[in-house]
């Protein structure tokens, strides 16, 4: 009986760029009952390039034609933060299911916005924490809660990555702008560090830390510290620096417990380590070709009562709100 009311979500994108190209884009239309059908640009050369090479049947260049056709069912929005929140109302006013990028939006605030339309309008809204359904980060989740380092005492992150090369002053990324990314790279890369830590230890309840900006490459700061309480007890520090040199590269989330410690990267392809009486063991489980495509299956399912996705507006506002207080805002 059930598949009989199994229906296929008809997928638009506003938004096509480089994230959707490999990463998300192509698991829209490898997931079951899940079709890509519409992708909108502003500029309508570039949305019809990327419909013609992906096999997409619809292009648009203004959002709205593609947030009211008939034919979309769901909208995933894939622009930069600074956008988010102005597309997320249009898709909950026009009574669609609302997929953002991360991070959510460009603060705290309006993420509050984005998930009080969505309630307005009784539709339901998801955030790109794919973390939360690749392999390697559910081997950590189960390693913990299966008592493997016992009981989680604190969490240490380090992310240091070089400057970015060949930087032009006069067109930076977007990453960097805080007026469309809300910050600098820890605004692109923490969220997911720390959306990720709110999954696997509960949520944060309490943070502060420190910035600054000490090479001076571009508007955001290139260097933050972090300190933060998650409701269970466990404490946690983090610092990010993009100003290394290309030799010290770090990615390492470290969790020590009562009888053992686990470190694992977030970003890099290298295993987990788990450390305990018993010795050292390893844990290799790299992530499929298209890394969104097992967390847009939990959409589906859910979008078709089958399931329940992971990442919702409410706990990707959390992370925006931790950043929030580390940032000073």
């Known amino acids: 009986m059930a598949e009989e009311t199994t229906k296929t979500i008809r997928w638009g994108i ?92 460009i603060n705290y605030a309006q993420c509050q916005e984005m998930v009080a339309a969505c309630q307005k309008a009784n539709v339901p809204l998801y955030v790109a924490y794919y973390r939360r359904r690749l392999p390697s980060f559910l081997k950590v989740k189960e390693l913990v809660e299966g008592g493997a380092i016992g009981e989680v005492k604190f969490v240490n992150i380090r992310l240091f990555h070089p400057v970015q090369d060949n930087l032009d002053q006069h067109n930076l990324p977007w990453r960097v702008q805080p007026e469309l990314s809300g910050g600098g790279l820890f605004f692109d890369l923490a969220s ?54 290309p030799g010290q590269f770090k990615d390492e989330i470290e969790l020590i417990g009562s009888k053992g410690r686990i470190t694992f990267p977030s970003f890099a392809l290298e295993p987990i380590q788990l450390q305990t009486e018993k010795g050292k063991e390893e844990f290799f489980l790299p992530p499929p070709p298209h890394v969104q495509q097992p967390f847009i299956q939990t959409i589906v399912e859910e979008l078709n009562g089958q399931g329940q996705c992971p990442s919702t507006g409410e706990s990707a506002a959390r992370t925006a709100w931790v950043m929030d207080q580390i940032v000073g805002r």
């Open 192 to 245: 997911h560090q720390l959306d990720y830590l709110d999954y696997l230890l509960g949520p944060i309840t309490a943070a502060s830390g420190q910035t600054a900006n000490q090479a001076g490459l571009y508007p955001a700061e290139d260097i933050v510290t972090g300190q933060f309480r998650f409701q269970n007890g466990v404490l946690g520090t983090g610092i990010w620096c993009f100003t290394v040199a």
């Open 14 to 105: 506003i938004g096509c760029g480089d994230v959707t190209e490999v990463k998300s884009g192509p698991g829209f239309q490898k997931v079951p009952n899940s079709k890509l059908v519409a992708v909108m640009r502003r500029n309508g050369e570039k949305a019809q390039d990327y419909a013609r090479r992906h096999g997409v049947p619809k292009w648009y260049d203004d959002a709205q034609a593609l947030i009211q056709d008939p034919e979309v069912d769901a909208v995933y929005i894939a622009t930069p933060p600074g956008s988010h929140k102005e597309y997320t109302l249009q898709v909950a006013a026009a009574g669609k299911p609302v997929y953002v990028e991360k991070p959510m939006a």
